[in-house]
C-alpha cells in the first residue's frame, strides 16, 4: 500500500491505482507538465534572444547610414583643409595685414568648423586630423556591413523568427489540455481514470507535432526537474495552486479564469499604448526629416528616414497594434460566460455536464484567442524579417549611400551650369533652324574673285560624273569633285530674312551637298536666268552632331536635258 496526498488529506492507495489519481505523483500529469515547462521555457529564451539580435541590426543599421552621412562632411572639410593649405601666399597676405591672425588660437578661430573642435593651430595639421578620420570612417564602413551580414545569416539558420511562437502555441495547447484533465470537462467527461490518463497523452503528442508543422525543430528538451512541483507551481497563475489537484469550478475562477482575465487587460492597454508611443515617434521623426530640409540639412534627412523605418520594423517585431483588439474580444466573451454561469440556479451548477460545458467553452475562448493571436504574430514577424533584410541591404552599400547624398549636394552648386549648358543648346538649335533655307555652296579656295564663263547645259548635267581636273597652268584654283569655281552659282535668296543668331562652326561640304546644287545652278545659268557674277562665299551653318533636329535635305537635282541636235 501507499500514501497519496489529495486535497482532503494523505489517502491510503493501492500502488496499482496511484498513477491514475491526480496528484504529484499522477505519470499523465507529470508528462504534460514537464512538456509545457519545456515549450514555455523554450519561446521565452528564443523570444528574448532574437528580439535582442534584430535590435542590434537594427541599431548597427542606423549606424551605419549615420557614418555615411559623416563621410559627406568630412569629405567636404578636407577639400577646404586642401585649398587652404595648398596656398601659401595667402598666409603671407595675413601676416602682413594682421599679424596677430597668425596667433594659434586665433588660426583655429579662423579654420572653424573641426579644426575648431581639434583645437588644430594651421590648416595642414588640421589637415592630417581629417584623412585620419576619413580612415577610420571607412575601416568602419567596411566593417559594419559584414558584422551585420554575417549575424542576420546566423540568425536566419540559427534563429527563425517565428520558432517562438511554435513553442509558445505547443504550450498553450498543452495547458488547455491540462485545465479539461484537471476539471474532468470535455473529452475527459465521463471516461475512466485510465482512459483519461491515454486521452491527455495523446493530446500532448498531438501538441507535438503542432509544434514540429510549425518549423520549430531546435532542441527544447530540458532535464527533468528534481523537484517538478516546485517547478508547476511558479508557472501557475495562483500561487494556491499546486498544478496537480482537481479544482472545483470556484477554484477554477479564481485560479485560472480570473487571473488570464487580468493579464488580458493588462495586456491590451499597453499594447494600444505602446503602438500610440511609436507612432508619434515615427510621425515626429519624419517631421524632424522636413524641417532639416527647410533649414539647408538635407543629407542628415537619410538619417532621420532610417530611424523612422527601423522605428516601424521594431514595431512589427514587438507586435505592437496587432493584438489589442484580439486580447480584448477574449475579455468580452470571457465576461459573458462567467456572467451566464453565476446566473444560473445552483441545482444546475451541480450537475456535472453544466459543468463541463461551462468548463470547456471557456477553454475554447482561450483557444481561439491563441489561433486568432498565432495568425497575427506569424504576419507580423514575416512583415519584421522583410523590414529588416530591406534596411540591411541599405547598410551594406553605405558607400553608395554617401556618393548618393554628394550627388544630392552638388545639385544647387550645378545649376547655373546646367543652365548655360541648356540655353547654349537653344541657341545652337536656333541657329541650326535658321540655317536651314540656306542653300549650300563648296567655300571658295581663294578670296580673289575670277572672271567666269558660262557652262552649257550637257557640261553642267554631266558634272557630277566629271573627274577632277587639275589645276591651270596659270595658277587658277578649282572647286572640290573637279568643278571650277566660275561653275558655282549664288544661293537662293529666302523669301524672309532669319532671326539674328549667335555664328555657328562651319563644317566640310559634302559631295551629297555640293554636286546637285552645282548642276541646278550651271543649268540656270546656261539658260539665261541665273546671274552671271560669282558671288561671295557662303558660309555653311550647320546643327552640332548632338542636336536631335536631322540635318536639313539636300535640294533635288534638276532633270535637265540636253538640246537636241
Request: net charge neutral.
Amino acid at each position: 500500500m501507499a500514501i497519496a496526498d489529495t486535497p482532503d488529506g494523505p489517502v491510503l492507495l493501492d500502488p496499482a491505482v496511484l498513477s491514475a489519481v491526480r496528484t504529484k505523483d499522477d505519470v499523465a500529469l507529470r508528462t504534460a507538465w514537464q512538456r509545457y515547462l519545456e515549450y514555455s521555457t523554450a519561446s521565452d529564451k528564443r523570444k528574448q534572444t532574437q528580439e535582442a539580435v534584430r535590435l542590434a541590426i537594427l541599431l548597427l543599421s542606423v549606424l551605419v547610414v549615420i557614418l555615411a552621412v559623416v563621410s559627406t562632411y568630412l569629405a567636404t572639410e578636407r577639400g577646404r583643409l586642401e585649398v587652404m593649405a595648398g596656398i601659401p601666399a595667402a598666409a603671407s597676405a595675413i601676416e602682413a595685414a594682421a599679424p596677430e591672425a597668425l596667433n594659434p588660437v586665433n588660426q583655429t578661430q579662423t579654420l572653424g568648423g573641426l579644426c575648431a573642435i581639434m583645437r588644430q593651430p594651421t590648416a595642414a595639421e588640421c589637415l592630417g586630423s581629417v584623412n585620419n578620420l576619413i580612415e577610420l570612417n571607412k575601416i568602419i564602413l567596411i566593417a559594419l556591413p559584414l558584422i551585420i551580414a554575417g549575424t542576420l545569416t546566423w540568425m536566419m539558420q540559427f534563429m527563425p523568427g517565428t520558432a517562438w511562437i511554435g513553442y509558445r502555441i505547443g504550450a498553450e495547447l498543452v495547458r488547455y489540455q491540462l485545465y479539461l484533465y484537471r476539471m474532468e470537462a470535455g473529452d475527459y467527461t465521463g471516461k475512466t481514470s485510465s482512459e483519461q490518463q491515454e486521452q491527455l497523452l495523446e493530446r500532448v503528442k498531438q501538441a507535438r507535432r503542432r509544434v514540429d508543422q510549425l518549423g520549430s525543430s531546435e532542441p527544447y528538451t530540458l532535464p527533468i526537474p528534481a523537484d517538478l512541483g516546485t517547478a508547476v507551481k511558479a508557472k501557475c497563475n495562483d500561487a494556491r495552486d499546486d498544478g496537480f489537484s482537481q479544482l472545483s469550478v470556484d477554484e477554477y475562477l479564481l485560479y485560472r479564469i480570473r487571473p488570464q482575465r487580468e493579464w488580458y487587460v493588462k495586456k491590451l492597454h499597453r499594447n494600444y499604448g505602446d503602438l500610440r508611443t511609436w507612432r508619434a515617434g515615427v510621425l515626429f521623426m519624419t517631421g524632424i526629416g522636413a524641417f532639416l530640409v527647410a533649414v539647408g540639412f538635407e543629407p542628415w534627412v537619410a538619417v532621420t528616414t532610417s530611424i523612422a523605418t527601423a522605428a516601424g520594423i521594431f514595431i512589427d517585431l514587438k507586435m505592437y497594434g496587432r493584438t489589442y483588439a484580439i486580447y480584448h474580444t477574449a475579455v468580452m466573451e470571457l465576461d459573458e460566460e462567467v456572467a451566464r454561469w453565476l446566473a444560473l440556479p445552483q441545482e444546475r451548477k451541480d450537475e456535472a455536464a453544466e459543468v463541463s460545458d461551462f468548463v470547456k467553452r471557456v477553454e475554447d475562448i482561450l483557444q481561439r484567442e491563441r489561433e486568432r493571436w498565432m495568425q497575427q504574430a506569424m504576419q507580423s514577424q514575416a512583415a519584421s524579417e522583410q523590414g529588416l533584410l530591406r534596411n540591411v541591404n541599405l547598410a551594406n552599400s553605405p558607400f553608395r549611400v554617401a556618393e548618393g547624398i554628394n550627388r544630392d549636394n552638388d545639385i544647387p552648386a550645378s545649376v547655373p551650369a546646367a543652365q548655360s549648358v541648356r540655353a547654349s543648346a537653344l541657341a545652337t538649335q536656333t541657329t541650326a533652324q535658321a540655317a536651314i533655307p540656306v542653300s549650300v555652296s563648296a567655300p571658295a579656295l581663294d578670296p580673289a574673285p575670277t572672271p567666269t564663263t558660262p557652262m552649257s547645259a550637257p557640261t553642267a548635267a554631266s558634272a557630277p560624273a566629271a573627274p577632277p581636273a587639275p589645276a591651270s597652268s596659270t595658277g587658277g584654283a578649282t572647286a572640290p569633285f573637279g568643278q571650277p569655281r566660275s561653275a558655282q552659282a549664288p544661293p537662293p535668296r529666302p523669301a524672309a530674312a532669319p532671326p539674328a543668331t549667335p555664328p555657328a562652326r562651319p563644317v566640310p561640304v559634302t559631295a551629297s551637298q555640293t554636286v546637285p546644287a552645282v548642276a541646278a545652278a550651271s543649268a540656270a545659268s546656261a539658260a539665261g536666268t541665273g546671274p552671271q557674277a560669282t558671288p561671295a562665299p557662303a558660309v555653311v551653318r550647320a546643327a552640332p552632331p548632338s542636336s536631335p533636329r536631322p540635318a536639313p535635305p539636300a535640294p533635288p537635282e534638276l532633270d535637265v536635258l540636253p538640246p537636241s541636235s
